[in-house]
C-alpha cells in the first residue's frame, strides 16, 4: 500500500503546482508508481504536467458530478509511472461553489484516495490555497503533507499564521506527518531572499524545514509554460536537481 502527499498552502502563488507536479515526475522517475491529482478548482496540474498534447481533459470534477467514470480520468503521461488525474471540467467553469459543495458533503475524495493508495506507491494531491473545505477533505486521508512558502518578505509577516496553519494540519488527522516547509523560488543573490531564508530557520523548528531549497529558475517556469515538468524538461537545472533531492528524501519516508 502507497500513501497520500499533500502539498498545502495559505497563499496561492508559492509553488504548490509546481512543487506537486515535479516532486511526481521525480517520483515516477525513480520507478515508482505515482497518481498526481488536482483537486483545485483553478485545474493548473494540466499546463504543467507532461500530458500528451490534445489529450482529454476530462478529470476529478467530471467523475464526482457522474459524468466520467474512474478509468476515463486517469490519464497518461510522457514518463510510464505517472499518472494524472486533472481537476477536470470545473476548471473552465468560473463559478467553483458547487464543485466545492460536492467535495465536502461526498465521500468520493476520501474513497478515491483510499483506492489510489491501494494502487500506487505514491499519490501526490494539488490543492487549492487556504485550508478549506477541500484541503481538510485531502489532509484528512493523507499521512504526509509538505508546505511551500516562497523566499518574498511576506513570508516574515505571515510566518506566526504558517506556524498555527500546521498545527491546524496536523490536528485534522493523527496519521498525518508534516514532512516540512519547503522554501521556494530562492533568489540566490538577492539579500531579502537570503533575509527570509535566514528568519525561517531561526524562528521555526530546524526539523520542520527541509534543508532543500527551490531556487527560482527560467527554466522552471519555460517547462511550466511548455507544458512539462522542469526534472523532465531541464534535469540539469538547479531547480529540477532541487526536486529530484527532495524526492529522493521523501521516497525513503514513503516505503
Ligand atoms: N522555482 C521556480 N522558479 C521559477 N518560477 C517558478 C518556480 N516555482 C514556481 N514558479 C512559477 O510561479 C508561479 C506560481 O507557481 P505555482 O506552482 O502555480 O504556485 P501555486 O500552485 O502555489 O499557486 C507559476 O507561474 C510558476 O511557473
Ligand atoms: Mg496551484
Known amino acids: 500500500m502507497g500513501a497520500v502527499l499533500a502539498v498545502v498552502s495559505q497563499k496561492g502563488g508559492v509553488g504548490k503546482t509546481t512543487t506537486a507536479v515535479n516532486l511526481a515526475a521525480a517520483f515516477a522517475r ?21 500530458l500528451a498534447r490534445g489529450h482529454e481533459t476530462a478529470g476529478f470534477a467530471d467523475y464526482l458530478n457522474g459524468d466520467r467514470s474512474l478509468r476515463e480520468i486517469i490519464l497518461p503521461t510522457a514518463l510510464p509511472w505517472l499518472r494524472v488525474i486533472l481537476a477536470g471540467s470545473v476548471a473552465d467553469a468560473s463559478d467553483h ?28 494531491v494539488d490543492t487549492p490555497p487556504g485550508l478549506g473545505s477541500i484541503t481538510k477533505k485531502v489532509l484528512g486521508a493523507a499521512e504526509h503533507v509538505i508546505v ?35 522554501l521556494t ?27 532543500v531549497v527551490i531556487p527560482r529558475s527560467v527554466a522552471t517556469a519555460d517547462a511550466f509554460a511548455a507544458g512539462q515538468p522542469v526534472v523532465v524538461r531541464s534535469p540539469a537545472d538547479a531547480a529540477a536537481q532541487a526536486y529530484v533531492n ?7 519516508r514513503l516505503v
Open 30 to 50: 525513480r520507478g515508482m508508481k505515482t497518481l498526481l491529482i488536482d483537486v483545485d478548482p483553478q485545474g493548473s496540474v494540466r499546463y504543467g504536467s507532461g
Open 97 to 124: 461553489v458547487g464543485y466545492a459543495g460536492m467535495v465536502r458533503e461526498t465521500n468520493v475524495l476520501q474513497e478515491l484516495l483510499y483506492m489510489a493508495e491501494q494502487r500506487c506507491q505514491v499519490v501526490v
Open 185 to 211: 523560488m530562492y533568489e540566490p543573490n538577492n539579500p531579502a531572499s537570503d533575509r527570509v531564508v535566514d528568519y525561517v530557520r531561526r524562528h521555526l523548528p530546524a526539523n520542520i524545514v527541509f534543508d
Open 148 to 182: 511551500p512558502l516562497q523566499c518574498e518578505p511576506l513570508a516574515l509577516q505571515t510566518t506566526p499564521q504558517i506556524l498555527r496553519m500546521i498545527q491546524d494540519i496536523v490536528s485534522v488527522n493523527e496519521r498525518l506527518t508534516l514532512d516540512g516547509i519547503l
Open 246 to 252: 527532495l524526492a529522493t528524501i521523501l521516497a525513503d
